[in-house]
């Protein structure tokens, strides 16, 4: 198709995320991508300062990455997983045991990062049936945290200013305590989680887990928060008898500085949600982690199996390109890269806190976050944003940047100068 046709078909049947059928907002066809760039039907070059919504941490068009996909294509590209299993799964599931904190140890495949957190909250609530405690059906989460947008991970999204507020009567109904406030530098003292307390004290024999996103909270809001409150969260969830759910899906795979982001705190859950970065951004594949103590106790209470299974569980083409994405990350000095990345974040993006239409300017590891005033014009922005020859996806009152870690200190260069013009000239 000529790039008018693409978008003549795209308006005509195809509905976007978060938008209109009949959208007047533009979409821009993209005919390749290739390490950090973008390449438009039309024939501009966009530095991509998103990764793809957080997940093509390589860059685009890896040649590891390709190799990998190929040579798995070759022998198979899915199998049920149902009573079969496979090599590119038990690869996948070994790294993820080796890398992930030690309680980890049992591991199942979902489609999505949204599918993860709903196994999540599954896990919890057969793990306290086996036990003998079916009155536990609830969960704790925080304000500004964002699960996705199934059913049950809509339910412990933000129930007043998040994205999900349409769907309340239908969501079941959980305990939400204040977000974190203490910032990623500050000490966090036992006041910052006064509230989980409280509510666990008056709750916990309903509460079968508390969901959070660790250190940064993703999609709700940008925020980074104390890895001290972490710390207080997961001593509270031992003293409670209530299971601790990090939802590592933003955050792993070296995002934050640490390859996951509750070993800021030098903590462990009871369960971990992986997803976005866990294959490069080639194919969707999330994963579900858990303690040993908890798939067994499953295992022996009523019906006796975990009662989840995706057609696509395990898909091999998606576990042989996670092994892959690992195998790079590893090779490479990706700490490195990550707090150079960090450097060129704050150096470009500090200019935008003397703006009167800024409120606050935040940087961690490969993540770079512009607060603003008011809401942004997306039509508007996005615009001003290619003229410069960047791709960059604001959302609400957030201008952020999170680039593939693969790229060069020029290019991020380009991105963080034109937030600033685009910031200062536009919002």
């Known amino acids: 198709m000529t790039p008018e046709?693409?978008?003549?078909?795209?308006?005509?049947?195809?509905?976007?995320?978060?938008?209109?059928?009949?959208?007047?907002?533009?979409?821009?066809?993209?005919?390749?991508?290739?390490g950090v760039i973008i390449k438009l039907a039309t024939g501009e070059e966009l530095i991509d300062g998103m990764s793809s919504w957080w997940c093509a941490i390589h860059g685009y068009n890896h040649p590891s990455m390709n190799r990998a996909l190929a040579k798995q294509a070759r022998s198979m590209a899915h199998i049920m997983f149902g009573g079969l299993t496979h090599d590119p799964a038990a690869r996948l599931a070994k790294k993820l045991v080796e890398l992930t904190p030690d309680p980890m140890q049992c591991v199942f495949f979902t489609d999505s990062g949204s599918v993860s957190v709903e196994v999540a909250m599954k896990m919890g609530l057969q793990y306290w049936n086996a036990r003998g405690v079916p009155e536990k059906q609830r969960f704790l989460a925080m304000e500004n945290g964002y699960?996705?947008?199934?059913?049950?991970?809509?339910?412990?999204?933000?129930?007043?200013?998040?994205?999900?507020?349409?769907?309340?009567?239908?969501?079941?109904k959980h305990y939400f305590?204040?977000?974190?406030?203490?910032?990623?530098?500050?000490?966090?003292?036992?006041?910052?989680?006064?509230?989980?307390?409280?509510?666990?004290?008056?709750?916990?024999?309903?509460?079968?887990?508390?969901i959070i996103e660790p250190i940064v909270q993703g999609a709700g809001g940008m925020r980074f928060y104390s890895p001290g409150i972490l710390t207080q969260i997961r001593q509270l969830c031992d003293e409670y008898k209530v299971l601790l759910i990090l939802d590592e899906i933003a955050t792993?795979?070296?995002?934050?500085?640490?390859f996951f982001a509750c070993e800021h705190a030098g903590i462990a859950p009871d369960i971990m949600c992986l997803g976005k970065a866990l294959t490069g951004g080639y194919l969707s594949l999330a994963a579900t982690?858990?303690?040993?103590?908890?798939?067994?106790?499953?295992?022996?209470?009523?019906?006796?199996?975990?009662?989840?299974?995706?057609?696509?569980?395990?898909?091999?083409?998606?576990?042989?390109?996670?092994?892959?994405?690992?195998?790079l990350l590893q090779a490479s000095d990706w700490?490195?890269?990550?707090?150079?990345?960090?450097?060129?974040?704050?150096?470009?993006?500090?200019?935008?806190?003397?703006?009167?239409?800024?409120?606050?300017?935040?940087?961690?590891?490969a993540i770079g976050v512009v607060e603003l005033t008011h809401p942004v014009d997306m039509a508007t922005i996005t615009?001003?944003?290619?003229?410069?020859?960047?791709?960059?996806?604001?959302?609400?009152?957030l201008v952020y940047l999170m680039p593939p870690f693969v790229i060069e200190d020029n290019d991020l260069d380009r991105l963080t100068a034109s937030v600033y013009r685009v910031v200062k000239e536009t919002c």
């Open 335 to 365: 700490q490195k890269r990550v707090r150079q990345i960090e450097s060129g974040l704050k150096s470009g993006l500090q200019p935008c806190s003397r703006l009167a239409n800024v409120t606050d300017v935040r940087v961690l590891g």
């Open 147 to 172: 699960h996705g947008d199934t059913l049950g991970a809509m339910s412990v999204c933000d129930p007043i200013n998040g994205m999900h507020s349409l769907f309340q009567e239908i969501l079941p």
């Open 383 to 397: 615009r001003e944003f290619i003229s410069d020859g960047v791709w960059v996806r604001p959302f609400g009152k």
């Open 5 to 34: 046709e693409i978008l003549q078909t795209d308006r005509r049947h195809i509905w976007h995320p978060y938008s209109k059928m009949e959208s007047d907002m533009p979409v821009y066809p993209v005919s390749s991508a290739s």
């Open 289 to 327: 982690l858990c303690t040993r103590h908890i798939a067994t106790t499953i295992d022996n209470g009523h019906p006796g199996v975990f009662m989840h299974g995706p057609t696509f569980m395990a898909n091999p083409l998606a576990c042989a390109l996670g092994v892959a994405s690992i195998d």
């Open 252 to 258: 792993g795979f070296g995002r934050t500085g640490k």
């Open 177 to 210: 305590a204040g977000g974190p406030t203490r910032r990623f530098t500050e000490p966090a003292g036992p006041k910052d989680t006064d509230e989980i307390r409280q509510l666990l004290d008056k709750h916990h024999h309903q509460i079968a887990g508390l």
